[in-house]
Nanobody
């Protein structure tokens, strides 16, 4: 499966963005989906994940209460709704997919998208 993340851009602090992760060449409903980000000079870090059923989600502490992960398997797309954005949220955001439900917060996913830049600045 190929993943393509989109929806990034420049937003002011306190603003909102919705990232999309579109799957092609495969059915996203077979995979758990994770979102990660990497800021300049920093390691990639886990942001959020949603399991195949959509019933369970996981968030990094930095994302709790501000970000919401969701999926629409009819559209073969997952989403990351981000609100109350802060300058420290500036990073390249990646979506990823895996078949195993274990270690969703780790970076050991089977498939990765190319990333979309999110810049939070006034």
């Amino acid at each position: 499966v190929q993943l393509q993340a989109s929806g990034g851009g420049l937003v002011q602090p306190g603003g909102t963005l919705r990232l999309s992760c579109a799957a092609s060449g495969g059915t996203l409903s077979r995979f758990h989906v994770g979102w990660f980000r990497q800021a300049p000079g920093k390691e990639r870090e886990f942001v959020s994940a949603i399991v195949i059923s959509g019933r369970n989600t996981v968030y990094a502490d930095s994302a709790k209460g501000r970000f919401t992960v969701s999926r629409d398997d009819v559209l073969n797309t997952a989403y990351l709704q981000m609100s109350s954005l802060k300058p420290e949220d500036t990073a390249v955001y990646f979506c990823a997919a895996r078949t195993s439900i274990s270690q969703l917060t780790s970076g050991t996913y089977d498939y990765w998208g190319q990333g979309t830049q999110v810049t939070v600045s006034s």
